[in-house]
């Protein structure tokens, strides 16, 4: 937390428990349709792109 910061660190955390939760959600939905997935996927996937940027500090 003192070397990457606050916001890379909150950043970070909501990233990893949103695709825990999303791959949680997935390994028990059998049977679910991929096309009701493509948003949950799009969402973690510009979430993780979002911690990634303020990992980096390059708005």
Do not use: E, H
């Given at each position: 937390?003192?070397?990457?910061?606050?916001?890379?660190?909150?950043?970070?955390?909501?990233?990893?428990?949103?695709?825990?939760?999303?791959?949680?959600?997935?390994?028990?939905?059998?049977?679910?349709p991929l096309r009701?997935?493509?948003?949950?996927?799009?969402?973690?996937?510009?979430?993780?792109?979002?911690?990634?940027?303020?990992?980096?500090?390059?708005?």
């Open positions: 937390y003192q070397n990457v910061g606050a916001a890379t660190t909150i950043a970070v955390l909501v990233a990893s428990q949103l695709i825990g939760g999303l791959v949680m959600d997935i390994l028990k939905s059998n049977g679910v009701a997935l493509v948003g949950p996927v799009c969402g973690a996937v510009m979430l993780v792109v979002g911690a990634w940027l303020v990992a980096r500090r390059q708005f």
